[in-house]
């Protein structure tokens, strides 16, 4: 099955901007053709007490530490970011779809 070679993106309010579709497309080919998972350059242990002791699992976290300036601690926070985006994006979704069972069950009960 071939590769699309093109988006096609409709105008609208769900419309990615075009700032995120570069940067992604961007992180994308960077993860794609050049590597850049960070399990390439650290082992998951050191990545996770990385982690631990910057106090992300205790949501402690100290932006502020110079350990977020190396290599290992901007590709955390890219992470992080990513992560944190994914849960908006969802949240978002979640409440769609809570609308549209909500106004479709209003329908449905105006029809009885």
């Not at 570069?22 to 399990?39: I, K």
């Not at 990545?47 to 976290?61: R, T």
């Amino acid at each position: 099955m071939p590769l699309e070679t093109h988006l096609t993106l409709s105008d609208g309010p769900h419309r990615p901007s075009d700032r995120f579709l570069r940067l992604h497309f961007e992180r994308c080919l960077t993860v794609s053709a050049c590597g850049g998972d960070v399990r390439e350059d650290y082992e998951e242990q050191e990545i996770d007490h990385f982690m631990e002791d910057l106090g992300i699992y205790d949501d402690e976290v100290d932006f502020s530490d110079p350990r977020w300036s190396t290599s290992l601690g901007r590709q955390v926070h890219s992470f992080l970011v990513r992560d944190k985006l994914a849960l908006w994006v969802i949240f978002k979704i979640l409440i769609v779809i809570s609308k549209w069972r909500t106004l479709r069950y209003a329908d449905e009960e105006l029809e009885i």
